[in-house]
């Protein structure tokens, strides 16, 4: 509606716009001396001006909008229109000056030195904001949740011409919580896809390069005996979610970052395109949504249905404590030797695990101790002091490193146990044209280190899927084909976890904390995650449009 509007305004009074931007802008002389030919020259005057003319003329189209349709169409164009008409009117309100006041002025001005030059310099950016608002085509897409998913994904999208994209974060801040992630071979295979410059990415955040995940006996006869080394041959790095999320984040557009959006409805709208909600009252109109809001968000519910029994996350059955202290503090608590190499030390045994990895470019190290939470509540967070770490570790204080690692989590002013919580299989990841993706999609346990790499394929499948799409129409199909993939992907990498959670804390009844079971058990267990055709998947995903 809105270009037909415009398109017939603009041949209707885009001749006499530019007759009166010529007297405007001409000095009183000439403007007398030509006034007889001013009706002549009506009929060909689009043909014979300069283009920045035609620019001014545009502008002053989008000025008046008012009279099409009033307040709703103004409120209705993309912000750059909005902005244009905004400042023209400002323009045109100000004076001009006296030798270039028009034979018949049209509107009431004063005197003031304002000249065409002005004029087009001021109205240059008014004809490209205009043709975007009646030749465009982009489609509208939200996304919700700002962790690493969202912005991954919002990476791959703000390079795609055809889309306008909002990335919208329920916090008034964009962070992310937690202590670090772990970038497998294959989260570094998606993040070259996610991002142009994905190794000095890794390198600004201050990655650090694992020589191999090194699993360990914590307690028991065979307590300090090597269990396993996983992902010798193809490192990993592990690298502070924060950091990675700041250099997620840097090449953003902020005006296309919103913070304080917690999104609390999702309503259909005209033309089948979404109405978004928001807690502050806010709303936005949008053709896709897309879900990465993280464990507790609301999309997921609102793909699956409030009452769905998978909507709501559940206690996997373990707590853990985490820290973050100095390299120095650790290499003295836990034995240099531990740190002759940057490798990641995973100690496993009865009832829990205690992990310690090099973060922030070797001046850090991330102390987790992990534990079986025979008692797990609704709560997300409880303190945690000395006696329930020695507890929940009873039979690991003989052992290599547990006085040590205790004492290194207890270093921070209010220790506290996170509960791990994870979802329940869902039937689908996509509802008409919304979806879910990371852990708002698929949120597992953290035993194989899999979240975060699972989220950036997500949005590598979902970014070349909107790549090959130029209709709202089109939409939907194309997230039942990211649904189609990434759910049998997902799926069992997050029962692989829970499972392996199980082996690393002695669980497996068969296995116990015997480290050659142990060892059997776990040798093959990251193969089907780490040895991955990730472009073949995508290939497959695109097949299916």
Known sequence: MIFVLGSLAFFASLNNTILILRSLS?????????SDDAAASQGESLSSLSFPIVEVGVGLIACNLPSFGGSQIIQSLPHKVRHARDSMTEALNHPIRDDCAPTTPPMSHSTKDWTIDTVNELTSIYFIAFCNMVGSNKLRIAISGGGLAGAALANILFRQDHLEVQLFESAPEFSERGQAISVAINAQHALARVVPDAEDLLKRAGAVPMHSTRLLMGNG????????DLAEEHPGRIVHRAAFLRELLAPLPRENMHTNKKLVAVEKAQENSLLLRFANGSTAEVDAL???DGLFGFVRSHVLGADHE????????WAAVHNLVPFAK????????LFDQDRQYGWIGDGGLMMHDVLSNGETVQCVGAFVDHNPSKDRKKPCDCTHLESAFA???NGPVAKGMIDLLLDQDEPAAYAQWEHRDAPTYAKDRVCVMGDSAHAMTPWQGSGGAIALEDAVVLGALFAQIRSADQIEG???AYDAVRRPRAQPIAASSRLTGCIMTGLVEELGT???????ALKDRWNFIHDFDLGKHVADAIAML
Do not use: C, N, Q
């Open 395 to 397: 039979g690991w204080l």
């Open 290 to 292: 897309i879900g990465a």
């Open 330 to 337: 650790a290499r003295d608590k836990l034995g240099a030797h």
């Open 514 to 520: 015997d480290p050659i079971k142990m060892h059997d």
């Open 478 to 480: 194309a997230l039942k």
């Open 221 to 228: 006869p065979a307590a300090g005996a090597k269990v396993i």
């Open 26 to 34: 001409t000095p009183a002389s000439a403007t007398a001396a030509e």
């Open 310 to 317: 998978a909507v709501e996350p559940v206690a996997a059955g």
